[in-house]
């Protein structure tokens, strides 16, 4: 079991909706992305967050690093809620992307069930030489760019694929 662990996640979307893409960076240059065919920009951060819990069931003190404020609050605000009040948003209105909370609530529950501690979300500033963040940016643009291609896919180095050196931004990094 690692003691504690840092990631940074995004989402990114050719239109809204459009091509999304999904992705995670780790400190030690370990990353994972996926494409989606039709998506938006927030299933997409969601997407990344989720991927990031799930890839990392052994670590015990997970912190994601997210430039997305709806990613955070829907984590460690509102997806609790919105299950209570039968997938409706605090106005009444239907909530969007149930089955990606459904899948955040479990992978939450999963962590809960065998006694680690809840994942520790922090807000950066995207586009803002946070260099984790620029990687994760640079993996996700790329993701929806595979997704415009209309293939579903995921891609990782967990899975063989060469680990990043996060030592500096990507090339393009912003």
Request: with cysteine.
């Amino acid at each position: 079991m690692t003691d504690r662990y840092i990631v940074a996640t995004d989402g990114a979307c050719k239109g809204n909706p459009g091509p999304a893409g999904w992705a995670w960076v780790g400190e030690d240059g370990h990353w994972a992305a996926g494409s989606i065919p039709v998506g938006t920009n927030n299933i997409g951060e969601l997407m990344g967050l989720l991927k990031a819990i799930e890839d990392h069931p052994d670590v015990e003190h997970l912190v994601v690093q997210a430039d997305s404020k709806y990613a955070i609050d829907t984590y460690t605000k509102w997806m609790d809620g919105h299950r209570r009040r039968g997938w409706k948003t605090s106005t009444g209105a239907p909530t969007k992307n149930i089955d990606l909370l459904e899948q955040l609530i479990t992978a939450r529950d999963a962590r809960r069930a065998v006694g680690l501690p809840d994942v520790e979300l922090e807000h950066v500033r995207g586009h803002s030489g946070h260099v984790l963040n620029a990687w994760a940016d640079e993996r996700a643009v790329r993701a929806s760019e595979h997704a415009a291609k209309g293939v579903a896919s995921a891609w990782s180095s967990l899975g063989g694929k060469e680990l990043l050196d996060v030592s500096s931004a990507p090339k393009n990094g912003r």
